[in-house]
């Protein structure tokens, strides 16, 4: 089963080396409320979490105000994700997840996918997520109720 997806029409935001690491894996784990042992098993959902990295994060964000054209504080709203794995992820193990993003389109929502391979350059699986972003200042705005 091939978990390759097409990511060519996307602009593309990196290839970051990733791991899912035990104690990662663990608070994650707690978070959704499974309680894995040392090996796992990992959390089907686990990848999501790779998108805090700080330099994942970083690259992100830098290509939503450089192509995208947003500027000032915006809050991302989570809509949704999508998550296709070939096989399970393995604690220990060392992957490389490839980020695109799409948008955001004009109700202000970006579109993130990424491509999941092993070390073995073998497409693993596929990540997907949609996020609103509101600018904060209309926010605030839409907030007050004085003058």
Do not use: C, K
Request: without cysteine; glycine residues 10%.
């Amino acid at each position: 089963m091939s978990a390759r997806i097409d990511m060519s029409a996307l602009r593309s935001v990196g290839v970051f080396p990733v791991t899912v690491e035990a104690g990662r894996m663990r608070h994650f784990a707690a978070a959704i409320g499974v309680i894995p042992d040392e090996a796992g098993p990992v959390p089907f959902a686990f990848p999501v979490s790779w998108l805090s990295n700080p330099e994942i994060r970083a690259a992100l964000e830098a290509e939503l105000q450089r192509d995208a054209g947003i500027a000032g504080d915006v809050l991302p709203v989570h809509l949704d994700q999508s998550i296709a794995l070939a096989e399970p992820l393995r604690v220990g193990e060392d992957y490389l997840l490839s980020l695109a993003i799409e948008g955001p389109d004009p109700r202000g929502i970006v579109q993130i996918t990424g491509q999941i391979t092993g070390p073995d350059a073998r497409a693993l699986g596929s990540l997907g997520l949609r996020l609103a972003l509101v600018a904060l200042d209309d926010a605030r705005t839409a907030n007050r109720t004085g003058p």
